[in-house]
């Protein structure tokens, strides 16, 4: 059981370029999250879903977007990177949507 | 709206000595509330939480919180902390949301522990 997995642990994008931030749980969970995390900031949450076919934007989603075709599986695409998208990025799971949250271990990205 | 306050940004204490790590919500409706513990490079790990019943949580590593409605408080306490416990610490509520819950996380709380 590897719980919540994301890759790549490290990116270094130029502004402009475009990547896909992969994330993957093996628990059978239903709601999926993206986060960033920024120093003194918190968890700001970017978009969330509460199963397959079935997204909605958190507090950050501009300049993000999402898919979730299967249970496991919820990629974070950027588009058209920017500076301000430099953060550490985490996914998270949960079997109901008040429950506590699985996280991954991480996507520290920076963006030149 | 919903939110979680957490009072201190950083927490310098001693090994073996006690420390609280303050945190306050507000909301209009009941919430569930949640502690979670970030090492250096790594994601979030639950630490505690509470539901429902008693007011007093009980989590891993020895730590506890008390739930206190009347407050909005959730405070986060260790009778004897340890160097390994030198981490960051957020608070967190989950409300009722359309189409389910959404969680808020407080700014985080950097506990460090001196030798």
């Known amino acids: 059981n590897a719980g919540v997995t994301q890759t790549p642990k490290f990116r270094i994008l130029k502004i402009g370029q475009s990547m896909t931030l992969q994330c993957a749980q093996d628990?059978?969970?239903?709601?999926m999250y993206w986060y960033r995390q920024d120093p003194g900031m918190g968890l700001k949450l970017i978009y969330y879903s509460v199963g397959a076919g079935i997204t909605d934007k958190g507090e950050v989603p501009n300049g993000y977007n999402v898919s979730r075709s299967t249970t496991e599986d919820f990629p974070l695409r950027l588009e058209l990177a920017a500076p301000s998208q430099t953060s550490v990025y985490f996914c998270a799971s949960s079997d109901q949507g008040a429950r506590d949250q699985f996280f991954g271990p991480g996507t520290r990205l920076t963006v030149l | 709206a919903q939110s979680v306050t957490q009072l201190d940004s950083q927490v310098p204490v001693f090994e073996e000595a006690p420390v609280e790590l303050r945190c306050n919500y507000s909301s209009s409706v009941s919430v569930y509330l949640f502690w979670y513990v970030q090492y250096p490079n790594q994601g979030l790990q639950l630490l505690l939480k509470y539901l429902s019943g008693s007011t007093l949580v009980k989590g891993i590593n020895g730590f506890e919180a008390e739930f206190n409605k009347s407050q909005t408080s959730f405070h986060l306490r260790k009778p004897s902390v340890h160097i390994s416990d030198t981490a960051e610490y957020f608070c967190a509520v989950s409300v009722p949301n359309t189409g389910g819950f959404k969680t808020i996380f407080g700014a985080g709380t950097r506990l460090f522990v001196k030798a």
């Open positions: 628990m059978n969970h239903n709601y």
